[in-house]
């Protein structure tokens, strides 16, 4: 049945977000998403060029969102109980509040913007390879259908920077480097290539998931003290000139510009100071 869209403001919620409806052709209404204000989500990465669906759109939003919203892991660091993966957590958080987040917040709440600007969007779930194999499903990350289907991800600190062609098994230019796409009995693996030696990343199945199913791996992660999410807190973003990027670690400040990286000690009083300079965030 054909359906049109309408975008309708939610009066009675206190954040005034805003709802896209499917409107069908009997007049049947259906919540296609959990609210999203999309004109403010866009001011918040800086963007405003064309939101039609399109692999340059696509690219151009992941970009954006590298540039301004840093994949940081305060909250976990300071025990916040409230977090969740829901989206009436992560787009307030992202949209409203400035703040970054890690992947079940970052690349949950843009998954949502895709949506709302009429992407084909599938959120997945993946095992982090960083550490060694793993079976376990720790990071949410976003296939985009196009006229291909596309990986994307705002939520894997310094990864890759545009989207990547999932069909593809050769070498891509995935912005911060070449990528390069694997397939085992177990799903399909994103590697980063140093020269011809592939890094594995994370391991996927091409399945999609709701946000509810990475709760228990977000309790996981951010309670179990074994863990480096806890007690090492950082913040990271691009700064929007190629692949330029500063980090904010416990003890030091990376800056990386035309290539090249300087790193300067930094102090637990002047900590909150380099926050809220390079990141806009105030604790």
């Given amino acids: 049945m054909l359906h049109l869209l309408e975008r309708v403001r939610v009066l009675t919620d206190p954040h005034r977000y805003e709802r896209l409806i499917h409107i069908d052709v009997i007049g049947r209404r259906r919540p296609r998403l959990n609210p999203v204000d999309v004109d403010q989500y866009l ?29 940081e892991n305060l909250d976990v660091v300071h025990g916040v109980a409230e977090m969740r993966t829901s989206l009436d957590w992560s787009v307030p958080k992202v949209v409203e509040r400035g703040r970054g987040g890690w992947c079940f917040e970052l690349n949950g709440a843009f998954s949502a913007l895709l949506t709302a600007l009429g992407f084909d969007v599938l959120r997945l779930g993946a095992a982090v390879l960083l550490g060694g194999p793993s079976k376990v499903i720790d990071h949410l990350t976003i296939e985009v259908a196009l006229d291909q289907p596309y990986l994307v991800d705002v939520g894997f600190g310094e990864s890759f920077t545009q989207p990547l062609l999932l069909n593809s098994r050769t070498s891509q230019d995935g912005g911060s480097g070449d990528y390069q796409f694997f397939d085992s009995s177990e799903g399909l693996t994103l590697t980063k290539l140093d020269g ?3 890094t594995p990343q994370y391991r ?16 996981e992660l951010r309670t179990n003290p074994e863990l480096h999410w806890s007690n090492k807190p950082f913040a990271t ?13 416990k003890d030091r400040l990376k800056l990386t510009t035309a290539g090249k990286t300087t790193q ?18 105030t604790p």
């Fill in 196 to 198: 011809d030696i592939p």
């Fill in 264 to 281: 300067t000690p930094v102090d637990e009083a002047s900590w909150d100071a380099e926050l809220s300079r390079w990141f806009g965030i």
């Fill in 237 to 249: 973003r691009l700064l929007g000139v190629g692949t330029d990027r500063v980090t904010l670690l």
């Fill in 204 to 219: 996927f199945r091409r399945v999609g998931h709701e946000l509810t199913d990475f709760e228990a791996a977000s309790v």
């Fill in 43 to 71: 001011q918040r990465i800086g963007y405003a060029g064309p939101t039609e669906p399109s692999l340059e759109t696509l690219a151009a939003l992941q970009y954006a969102h590298l540039t301004t919203v840093p994949f």
